[in-house]
């Protein structure tokens, strides 16, 4: 996961410097930094980026807290502006000359931003209740990780604005300067490895001069990175430590997370206890919101949370139970505590803790022997494509959405091997090429750049039979009630206020019945071999638990079966394994749900194509090349291989 927060010169700064440089402890007053540091048993900071060299710094170099308040606090001097304005004091300058020989470029108020990087939780009760070895392949992977995706930021996010109102925009040609601080814990205590990068928005264009990074690009890409470096982390534990991922459903209805295989997820419930305070708290404040009335007693909000109001209530009751700092300890104290307090306390058994690798290990052997890493471009732009186009508001997206969807459809498919680098590149050129429609009409020099070029769906579903279902007439029965006083008309499950004719299907999972339609179409009228490659496609995704054998057919039971791909499993042990958080996605779907994903979609098909009138193209897309049957022989399970992709986080 990864996080981004603004850094601003003055009090902000101040905040940096007394208490997150020194594992978000307090830093007594008038103590040197690296000696609170040893206090509170966190490791120096350490310079990063490649834009290092244009400064004369070193990377891997400790920070020292001289540079840190010339570069974040000082509104963005370099980091060592008061030995270059004392020679230059020396050499005989006048104040104000050598008090600019240590600027870079304008004074700037935002003087960088925060990404905080931390890995799944599975990743982190390993490194907390493992051995020394484990815990060091686990910071390395952790570290490297944060470098990759530190490269991809420079290379393809980055860029600094010039000119009248910043009309022009290049990358900058140095790379940028970061400062990285390790953390153990959280708030609440519990094992939470993290490091917070300050990145500084000072970087160094092609004709020597120094400007500001775009700080509004990278929030822009904070997801795309985030998902890279969960993949790139997971990638590099799994195979220095012999282990697999599988996905879990934390939130109904939500997207799963991958977490490692063989982690019982009772020992995330014990690191969780500021989510259960944040959910208790958040029942309170959304049955405040839903009751409270103006002065004439009429409602004051919607009778329902919506999920803009559900984020922000979030974030109130973040803020509301978020408890004071506790006082930073050793590591060594710290792993000792975790494990006696996870054994007393957390309900896994107690051998289970002590071999928790062992029991990793022996559920990734399993996920490896029955579940192949089978990746199809083609089909992964179909999944990557429904996804993105679904879960954006009116179906328009940009091109980092699709590879956001990208990198975790393909940590989803290969389980924790590592990939062919660029791969998740090839897959959104496939989706953009093959599914969507430009609709951008660029009116700015930024809207002429690929990164923000509006895209929606171009979808062929028109053949695809489906009934459109007649809204019944609504019940006043079952309307809410004109008073606010008086308690609403029960609704079936899941159903919000204005829903009541229409099931309620939660937004990914639309998505992911969008995309077995589109499969589900690819299945009955391509050639043969293609079908296999859907069906290999849709099992890769799945749990190993849910790969049972092929079922037998009564007429032939007196002859030995045939070597075929198995068969998913039905829907009746998907709704028992939703409960358990296991992955229920890319699995083969029963009528009924295809004829709902079908009504669902061809609707959206319909709208897209509105939008292509609208939008027009000027060159038709040509249709997808058949396939030949050479091509079969491509699709084999990827070989684990050295990953240079971009992006690390969140």
Request: glycine share 8%.
């Amino acid at each position: 996961m990864m996080d981004i927060a603004i850094i601003r010169a003055g009090q902000m700064y101040r905040y940096y410097l007394r208490q997150v440089v020194v594992g978000d402890g307090r830093r007594p007053a008038r103590t040197p930094l690296r000696e609170a540091q040893e206090e509170a048993g966190v490791p120096a900071g350490r310079w990063m980026g490649r834009g290092l060299a244009a400064l004369g710094l070193v990377p891997g170099e400790e920070v020292t807290e001289a540079q840190l308040r010339s570069l974040f606090g000082e509104r963005g001097r370099h980091p060592d502006a008061d030995r270059i304005e004392a020679d230059r004091l020396a050499a005989g300058d006048f104040p104000r000359k050598a008090f600019k020989a240590g600027a870079l470029g304008r004074r700037v108020t935002v003087t960088g931003v925060d990404f905080v990087f931390r890995p799944q939780p599975t990743i982190y009760l390993l490194w907390a209740l493992g051995d020394e070895e484990t815990r060091r392949v686990i910071e390395a992977a952790h570290e490297r990780a944060i470098a990759r995706v530190l490269e991809w930021i420079e290379d393809e996010v980055a860029v600094i604005r010039y000119g009248k109102d910043g009309i022009y925009r290049v990358r900058p040609s140095g790379g940028l300067v970061a400062a990285r601080f390790r953390h153990y814990e959280a708030r609440s205590g519990m094992p939470l490895l993290h490091d917070h990068l300050l990145l500084s928005v000072k970087g160094q264009r092609l004709d020597g001069k120094w400007g500001s990074i775009h700080t509004t690009a990278l929030h822009e890409n904070t997801v795309a990175a985030s998902a890279l470096y969960n993949e790139l982390v997971a990638a590099e534990v799994c195979e220095a430590l012999g282990l697999a991922t599988e996905p879990r459903i934390v939130t109904p209805g939500r997207r799963p997370v991958m977490e490692i295989a063989g982690v019982p997820h009772g020992l995330i419930r014990w690191t969780s206890r500021r989510s259960d305070q944040i959910a208790t708290c958040m029942e309170d404040l959304e049955h405040e919101y839903v009751t409270a009335v103006k002065d004439d007693g009429t409602l004051k909000f919607l009778p329902v949370v919506s999920e803009r109001a559900r984020a922000k209530l979030n974030a109130m009751a973040a803020r509301m139970t978020r408890p004071p700092k506790q006082k930073t300890q050793p590591l060594a104290k710290l792993r000792v505590w975790w494990k006696t307090s996870a054994i007393l306390t957390s309900g896994v058994a107690a051998d289970v803790i002590t071999s928790l690798l062992e029991y990793a290990r022996a559920a990734a052997a399993a996920i490896r022997a029955r579940v192949a890493a089978v990746v199809d471009v083609a089909l992964a732009a179909v999944d990557v494509a429904a996804t993105v186009f679904v879960m954006n508001d009116g179906g328009r997206f940009h091109r980092r959405h699709l590879l956001a969807e990208a990198r975790r459809h393909l940590a989803l498919v290969l389980r924790g091997r590592r990939r062919e680098p660029g791969l998740d590149d090839q897959v959104v050129a496939a989706a953009i090429s093959t599914y969507c429609l430009e609709i951008s009409e660029p009116k700015t020099v930024r809207g002429l750049e690929a990164g923000y070029r509006l895209y929606t769906a171009r979808w062929a579903l028109s053949d695809l039979t489906a009934r459109r279902r007649t809204p019944a007439a609504p019940d006043p029965d079952r309307q809410p009630p004109a008073d606010p006083g008086e308690p609403a008309a029960p609704r079936p499950p899941g159903q919000d206020a204005g829903e009541w004719e229409i099931p309620r299907i939660p937004q990914y999972e639309r998505a992911v019945l969008a995309g077995a339609a589109v499969r589900e179409k690819l299945r009955t009228t391509v050639v043969r071999g293609r079908g296999y490659d859907v069906v290999a496609h849709q099992q890769t995704a799945m749990p190993e638990q849910l790969l049972g054998p092929a079922a037998a057919d009564p007429e032939r039971d007196d002859q030995e079966p045939e070597a075929r791909v198995q068969e998913a499993v039905d829907f009746t042990e998907l709704r028992a394994l939703k409960a358990s958080r296991t992955d229920v996605e890319a699995l083969d779907f029963t009528a009924e749900q295809l004829r709902r994903a079908t009504e669902f979609f061809t609707k959206a098909g319909d709208e897209s194509a509105a939008r292509t009138k609208q939008y027009p193209d000027p060159q038709d897309a040509p249709a997808p090349p058949p396939v030949r049957e050479d091509d079969q022989r491509a699709h084999r399970p990827e070989q684990p291989d050295r990953h240079r992709g971009p992006e690390a986080g969140r």
